[in-house]
């Protein structure tokens, strides 16, 4: 079992930046494929980035390029997402998710989920 903790969101400006972290326990996630995915009012729930243990790079969508990064750290067994330029329209609950199998999945496909924290940024 993989248990996952959001931390970090909070209210930004416009044009701020915010890093949410994601604390994973019960597994390595050098062994995990590790995704952000966010859930705005009245909107489904999209990803933002994803990448899987097997690969070197990562999916990013394309509202976020350039603006976003996640980052792991194996050692702390922790994942992060850096939010740059943060826009109004980035404002959603933000979920890291986890799965074993060694690729990137549809959002529904992930097994393990945190409990998601709040990103609000004003104009």
């Known amino acids: 079992q993989v248990q996952l903790v959001e931390s970090g969101g909070g209210l930004v400006q416009a044009g701020g930046s915010l890093r949410l972290s994601c604390a994973a326990s019960g597994r390595p996630i050098s062994t995990l494929t590790m995704g952000w995915f966010r859930q705005a009012p009245g909107k489904e729930r999209e990803v933002v980035a994803a990448n899987s243990w097997s690969a070197g790079s990562t999916y990013y969508a394309d509202s976020v390029k350039g603006r976003f990064t996640s980052l792991r750290d194996n050692a702390k067994n922790m994942v992060f997402l850096q939010m740059n330029s943060l826009k109004p329209e980035d404002t959603a609950v933000y979920y890291c998710?986890?799965?074993?199998?060694?690729?990137?999945?549809?959002?529904?496909?992930?097994?393990?989920w945190g409990q998601g924290t709040q990103v609000t940024v004003s104009s």
């Open positions: 998710a986890a799965d074993r199998r060694g690729r990137l999945l549809p959002i529904d496909e992930y097994g393990y």
